[in-house]
């Protein structure tokens, strides 16, 4: 059935059943709690067949959506089982999310017609095969992080992206709004963070070592409606969408925008403007009360648009050079009694782990969050590679596995020099494949602490929605298998299989107008020759 991600189970039916048939007479029977998949398959798959699918008690010809309290036992809330005979599609799942997953599967048993936004032949006769697939996700966090700060992506593209997501049996959509070089979130007590914050007057074209621009200005952002409506796409599709505002690090655009959030001390950070460029930046956030404050502000309206348990505050790559110099830092951590800049990064984690924690919500961040001291309640996404993860796990923390060597998908996906503005590790689909979660020498107890796993796209070279395409698929169908499916260890899994069963997935991307890396390498217009990357020699070993 070349279904992605590979199920737990399936069973054909018995030699001779006929296939189910989808016609102008079929209904869809939806039991309580199931009424958004209803929905959903009548405007998605509704579109795409041109059929009613309308309301109606199960009569022979019926999509039947249920809840089932054994599925719930069994394989969980997001578990479901869907059995396809002549008389009737029944989907049953162990919540409302599961049902929606078999809904999803469902759809791949159409073909990839199913996947279009209206008819391609209206007299086309639609069918389902006899089958029986009952499957779980082998994690519960099985994400996407995109980062529309260094290039905004319209909401039009992210609701899109949504849409990929949900196709791909992925529920968390890890949304990076902040960072030097763009602020993407409507704040109404702060309105300068997008009137000054979301703009910059040029961005560098390729790698920060390339000598090109593109001189025109680049930015926008979110309104708090536009959020609202993301959050509600998410929900209606069982995605959870986890905010990432930026601190104390990668915080030049909210300086630029408000200075006396720097370290006007030693810098004079009226005179900064959003960054243009790409790197790890200097300039980063004063601990002072008033960042403190101004940093609660921004989250308290945050949490009002975002009702994940998981806020991300990021972290990762702040420099200290500036508190080192600083004489307000200095007193800080002296008055604190802290050892040095890393502890007062941490005092920075450990103030917003505390505060969120008594609004009822959780603190994760990059592994750079453990140095100085893992705050009580956080947990790490850990992309430095394993190590972070497997400390915070063994220190009883939660832990999402998304390690650059292996899931970051701004990398490159060949060594060839066609590849446009290639970045970091040659990761192929293969590659991607093979990765593993859960590194070998966690104990049980501790493997339990791992949530799940991500795919992190960083958008310096992503410059529209192609290119961003043209990164993230395939390669994110075998990281959804890896985050869905029962695989076994990385070597011993069949990618052969996989390959197999990507030929048909490929023209359902097809079919989504998804602009894809060909599996032969990219085409002519995919291409940016000219345009430095960031070239493999000097990178450390993959671990």
Not at 40 to 61: C, F, K, M, S, Y
Not at 108 to 124: E, K, M, N, S, T
Not at 289 to 300: A, I, P
Request: aromatic share 10%.
């Amino acid at each position: 059935m070349d279904l992605i991600p590979d199920p737990r189970h399936t069973w054909p039916a018995p030699q001779g059943t006929d296939p189910f048939p989808l016609d102008d007479a079929t209904t869809v029977d939806a039991a309580p709690g199931t009424e958004g998949v209803a929905r959903w398959l009548r405007t998605a798959v509704g579109a795409a067949t041109g059929l009613p699918l309308a309301d109606g008690a199960e009569d022979g010809n019926s999509v039947v959506l249920e809840l089932s309290e054994d599925l719930e036992r069994r394989l969980g809330p997001e578990g479901y089982r869907l059995t396809a005979d002549a008389r009737a599609v029944r989907i049953e799942g162990g919540g409302p999310a599961g049902v929606f997953w078999g809904a999803q599967t469902l759809r791949q048993l159409l073909g990839p017609d199913a996947y279009r936004a209206a008819p391609v032949d209206p007299g086309r006769l639609w069918s389902v095969p006899a089958t029986v697939v009952e499957d779980a996700p082998r994690f519960g966090w099985r994400g996407l992080m995109l980062d529309v700060s260094r290039h905004f992506m319209p909401k039009d593209g992210v609701l899109r992206y949504l849409d990929l997501l949900a196709a791909h049996k992925l529920n968390v959509f890890h949304f990076h709004l902040t960072d030097d070089q763009g602020w993407r979130v409507e704040i109404k007590r702060y309105p300068k963070l997008t009137g000054t914050g979301a703009w910059r007057s040029r961005t560098k074209w390729g790698h920060r070592a390339s000598e090109l621009w593109e001189e025109k200005p680049h930015g926008g952002y979110y309104t708090q409606e536009d959020i609202r409506e993301i959050v509600a796409y998410a929900a209606a599709r069982h995605i959870t969408v986890v905010p990432e505002i930026d601190i104390p690090g990668h915080s030049q655009a909210a300086i630029a925008a408000y200075p006396e959030l720097g370290n006007t001390d030693v810098v004079d950070t009226a005179a900064l403007t959003v960054w243009d460029t790409w790197g790890i930046n200097e300039n980063v956030l004063a601990p002072t009360d008033h960042t403190l404050r101004f940093y609660e502000g921004v989250l308290e309206e945050v949490l009002g648009l975002f009702p994940s348990t998981f806020i991300h505050i990021g972290g990762d790559e702040c420099r200290k050079e500036q508190w080192k110099d600083s004489a307000a830092a200095q007193l800080r951590i002296e008055e604190n009694g802290l050892a040095n800049e890393d502890e007062l990064q941490a005092w920075f984690i450990h103030h917003f782990d505390t505060w969120l924690t008594a609004r009822g919500r959780r603190l994760i961040g990059w592994d750079e969050i453990l140095e100085g001291g893992l705050a009580p309640g956080a947990a790490v996404s850990s992309w430095r590679g394993y190590g972070g993860g497997i400390a915070a796990a063994r220190a009883g923390h939660d832990v999402v596995m998304c390690p650059e060597q292996h899931v970051y998908l701004d990398h490159r996906q060949a060594p060839g020099e066609d590849e446009p503005m290639p970045i970091g590790y040659v990761r192929t689909l293969e590659d991607v494949y093979r990765f593993e979660p859960v590194p070998a020498d966690l104990t049980e107890e501790e493997a339990a602490h791992v949530l799940g796993t991500q795919a992190n796209v960083w958008t310096e070279v992503m410059q529209d929605r192609a290119r961003v395409d043209y990164q993230v698929f395939p390669r994110l169908a075998a990281l959804a298998e890896v985050a869905w499916s029962d695989l076994p260890a990385s070597a011993e899994r069949d990618f052969e299989d996989f390959e197999q069963r990507m030929t048909e997935h490929y023209r359902r991307l097809d079919a989504l107008g998804v602009e894809y890396r060909p599996s032969g390498g990219p085409l002519p217009w995919q291409r940016r020759p000219g345009v430095l990357g960031r070239p493999i020699e000097g990178l450390p070993p993959i671990v």
